[in-house]
């Protein structure tokens, strides 16, 4: 009888196990957001946002010197530098990424293995000799931290470094386009002119395609300073049919 019954529990927990295993989703596709609070969303997407440019977002002065850490081979100069991605990455992979050549090579690491790290120890890494962030307040640290620890995703598996493709659904991924983001860059993507010269415009299509990696950030995280809203909420899938279809859109305008 008693090993009867020993039997019938481990086959109950087997079972568990395997259900578990089974109906969990996989994480390659949610990485670690899914199990935040919601309260918790906003902090990861302000941090986001100062990863990408901290003074834009929070309206105070820019730096004018260069960073510290900016070693001699990097090619900017002045206040570029002070930007989390111009050392580490749109893709979060410093010199393993798509900054590992060209213009934007520093040869720093990237901020990937601290994904999932305590977020104290990150905040003591912005505040250390060769980040000297202490400048900025509290909050914005707290939500860097948040940002690094919880808000990052493995690029890799979804953009296709060498042809820079998303691996994404185009047709849903319009239909979000033309019902979220059109009301403010116009149908095709034309509406607004990143760089402000009409000779040499930027626009949605030109950035998705150029720098897809950047895309992706702005699309989960919006852009600092700015009304854009954070995707975030949508799932990844989601995300990267919006930037799967972003890189469809013209690189001119058409008259
Ligand atoms: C001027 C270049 C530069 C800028 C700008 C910069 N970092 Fe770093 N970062 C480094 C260097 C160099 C290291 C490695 C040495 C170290 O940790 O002291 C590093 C390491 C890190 C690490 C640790 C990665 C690991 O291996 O554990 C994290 C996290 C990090 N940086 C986050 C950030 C964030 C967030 C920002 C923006 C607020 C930022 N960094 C801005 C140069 C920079
Ligand atoms: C409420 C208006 C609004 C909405 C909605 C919006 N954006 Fe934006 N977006 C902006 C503004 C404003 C800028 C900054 C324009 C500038 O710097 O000239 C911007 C900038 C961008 C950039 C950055 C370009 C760069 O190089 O700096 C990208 C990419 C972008 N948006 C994509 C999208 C996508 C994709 C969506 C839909 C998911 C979207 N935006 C929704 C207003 C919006």
């Excluded at 307040?137 to 690094?148: G, N, S, T």
């Excluded at 895309?215 to 854009?228: D, F």
Aim: aromatic share 8%; net charge positive.
């Amino acid at each position: 009888m008693k090993s009867a019954g020993i039997r019938y529990t481990m086959l109950i927990i087997v079972f568990l196990l395997i259900s578990a295993f089974v109906l969990t989703p996989s994480t390659a596709v949610s990485e670690n957001l899914d199990t935040l609070p919601a309260e918790r969303l906003q902090t990861v997407v302000t941090g986001g946002l100062l990863y990408d440019k901290w003074w834009k977002e929070l309206g105070i002065a820019k730096p004018a010197s260069i960073h510290p850490s900016y070693p001699e081979i990097g090619k900017k100069r002045g206040t570029s530098t002070w930007r989390c991605k111009e050392c580490h990455g749109w893709d979060y992979k410093g010199s393993k990424g798509a900054y590992g050549r060209g213009g934007h090579y520093t040869g720093i690491r990237g901020i990937r293995v601290a994904a999932g790290t305590p977020e104290k120890r990150v905040t003591a890494i912005l505040r250390n000799k060769s980040h000297q962030f202490d400048r900025l307040p509290q909050r914005a640290l707290q939500a860097i931290a948040a940002f690094v620890v919880y808000g990052q995703v493995d690029m890799d598996k979804y953009i296709d470094r060498a042809s820079k493709k998303a691996k994404g659904d185009k047709a849903s991924g319009g239909r979000l386009f033309q019902t979220i983001c059109a009301r403010c860059h116009g149908a095709d993507g034309t509406l607004l002119n990143f760089s402000g010269d009409p000779k040499n415009p930027e626009y949605i299509g030109t950035v998705a395609t150029r720098n897809p990696w950047e895309t992706l950030h702005k699309i989960r995280y919006g852009q600092p300073g700015e009304q854009m809203p954070s995707m975030l909420a949508l799932s990844l899938e989601q995300q990267l049919a919006i930037l799967a279809y972003t890189q469809t859109l013209p690189l001119r305008r058409h008259q």
